[in-house]
């Protein structure tokens, strides 16, 4: 594990200031930063493991973790020594969804790009480094993918990352992502300036491919939705590569590029 304390992907730590002087406050740094620990880290963790993770003073760690636990934001196991997210989390992630104007303006545009392909959909979010999954349509076959929404994924390595990636100037990309990128399979883009020079070629034909870059067996299309500059938000379509033929991708692709052009109607007052 990891020490030092956890990042969120956006290569910054939570902001909180205090009104005066700007400073951060401490104790709501802590508090955020310890639930963003446990949300990208599911199961139960002993205090030893989340005080090796995030750096702080066992002691003051300890009292944080039992507020959170009388608050229902963490939760501990039937002995009381191991911690996970709580399920107020939860109630704040589905509020955040339920709210949300492009979820609301996407769900038709979703359901018919269901039906139009019959394969696994996604809308997701770029927050920093990785995209979040906001909503998913399942595929109708019995062999599919399955992504949930509120998954946490990186931009590089998802052809919704990399859809949304190609919106910004080849200047952001670089401030944004560091020289070496994680690999998650062998086919992973892991060197930045490789990457780029795949955001021109989408750039140019308005359509990102995942090649098993995330899943191997998997590939996805995806296009940005263009109601802000740049892009914030992105559908895709997802297709095990055994069940994928040329006619079927231009088929995935045009149903996209369709796609595209409702949701940008749909969004375009957002």
Request: with cysteine; hydrophobic share 40%; glycine share 8%.
């Amino acid at each position: 594990m990891a020490t030092g304390r956890p990042d969120d992907g956006k290569g910054a730590r939570v902001m909180a200031t205090a009104d005066a002087g700007g400073a951060q406050v401490k104790s709501a740094v802590r508090t955020v930063e310890l639930l963003e620990y446990f949300a990208g880290r599911p199961g139960m963790h002993s205090l030893a493991a989340v005080q090796e993770a995030v750096g702080y003073p066992k002691s003051s760690l300890y009292m944080l973790l039992r507020t959170l636990v009388e608050l229902g934001w963490v939760e501990t196991d039937a002995t009381g020594t191991r911690y996970g997210i709580g399920v107020r989390a939860l109630l704040v992630g589905t509020s955040y969804i339920d709210g949300d104007e492009v979820v609301a303006a996407s769900r038709p545009t979703l359901d018919r790009l269901s039906d139009d392909t019959t394969e696994t959909i996604h809308l997701a979010r770029l927050d920093g480094t990785n995209v979040v999954y906001l909503a998913t349509r399942q595929s109708q076959h019995y062999l599919r993918p399955f992504t949930r929404v509120g998954r946490r994924l990186p931009a590089h390595s998802t052809s919704l990352g990399k859809a949304l990636l190609a919106t910004h100037t080849d200047d952001q990309v670089r401030k944004l992502l560091p020289e070496t990128l994680p690999a998650l399979t062998e086919h992973t883009i892991t060197d930045r300036e490789q990457l780029i020079e795949e955001l021109h070629a989408i750039r140019e034909q308005g359509i990102s491919v995942d090649r098993e870059e995330n899943t191997l067996g998997l590939r996805c299309f995806g296009v940005a939705i263009p109601y802000r500059t740049p892009a914030r938000d992105a559908i895709s379509c997802s297709v095990p590569v055994a069940r994928l033929t040329p006619a079927h991708e231009q088929m995935i692709k045009d149903a996209l590029f369709d796609a595209r052009d409702r949701l940008t109607l749909a969004t375009r007052r957002l």
